[in-house]
């Protein structure tokens, strides 16, 4: 069975910082990964999807993810967060066998001032 | 696009009581739809897919009696926690399916039973 993994529960930052949220995957032929953020009290919102073609996937608000089979790891980025960027990422991945998302535990992004 | 309600947003209710939760895919049709239930500071735990015109399929250790899902066309979900107590208390999501792996989530419905 697929399953996901990220790697920091927690990510303090400064505004304006660069940060990444690190997320890896369990092995598969293929392979359908996506990060969702959540901000409180708020259902999960789509950021990118990667299900081909090129590896650096750009999504919503400035964020972009790059797919690395080797490393089976597909890490979340931004060059430069801002205030509003604090909530709760989650990286999924689609377990072809059950038709469902598979999700990671979730890491608390926090910008500071 | 791809928008997904849920109704009520909130809800608080008296233990012993059931409470129906629905879930709508207002622009696009959903033939698969999913319920999840999150605690704080936790991922989302999935309950059980439901399939329009057909039995949801549950999660191991969800009970199906406790959770009944309903999925009679292909724009509406409902979940109704039967006989609900404080334990059931809790973030409910439901999402519909839409395009390869990907699923559109709603914006959840708080319950609390007292």
């Known amino acids: 069975a697929q399953s996901v993994t990220q790697l920091d529960s927690q990510v303090p930052v400064f505004e304006e910082a660069p940060v990444e949220l690190r997320c890896n995957y369990s092995s598969s032929v293929s392979v359908y990964l996506f990060w969702y953020v959540q901000y409180p009290n708020q259902g999960l919102q789509l950021l990118l999807k990667?299900?081909?073609?090129?590896?650096l996937v750009k999504g919503i608000n400035g964020f972009e993810a790059e797919f690395n089979k080797s490393q089976t790891s597909f890490h979340l980025r931004k060059p430069s967060v801002h205030i509003s960027d604090t909530a709760e990422y989650f990286c999924?991945?689609?377990?072809?066998?059950?038709?469902?998302?598979?999700f990671g535990q979730g890491t608390e992004l926090s910008v500071k001032p | 696009g791809a928008v997904v309600s849920q109704h009520p947003s909130w809800v608080i209710c008296k233990s012993g009581t059931s409470v129906k939760i629905e879930c709508r895919s207002l622009?696009?049709?959903?033939?698969?739809m999913f319920w999840y239930r999150q605690f704080p500071k936790q991922s989302l735990m999935l309950m059980a897919t439901s399939n329009e015109g057909s039995k949801a399929t549950y999660e191991q250790g969800v009970e199906k009696d406790k959770f009944l899902i309903n999925h009679a066309s292909l724009t509406l979900s409902t979940l109704t926690v039967t006989s609900a107590h404080p334990e059931d208390s809790s973030f409910y999501i439901c999402?519909?399916?839409?395009?390869?792996?990907?699923?559109?989530f709603g914006p959840g419905t708080r319950l609390t039973v007292l």
């Open positions: 999402s519909a399916s839409g395009g390869v792996g990907e699923q559109f």
């Open positions: 990667y299900l081909s073609g090129s590896t």
């Open positions: 622009d696009f049709q959903a033939t698969t």
């Open positions: 999924a991945v689609y377990d072809n066998q059950g038709g469902k998302l598979i």
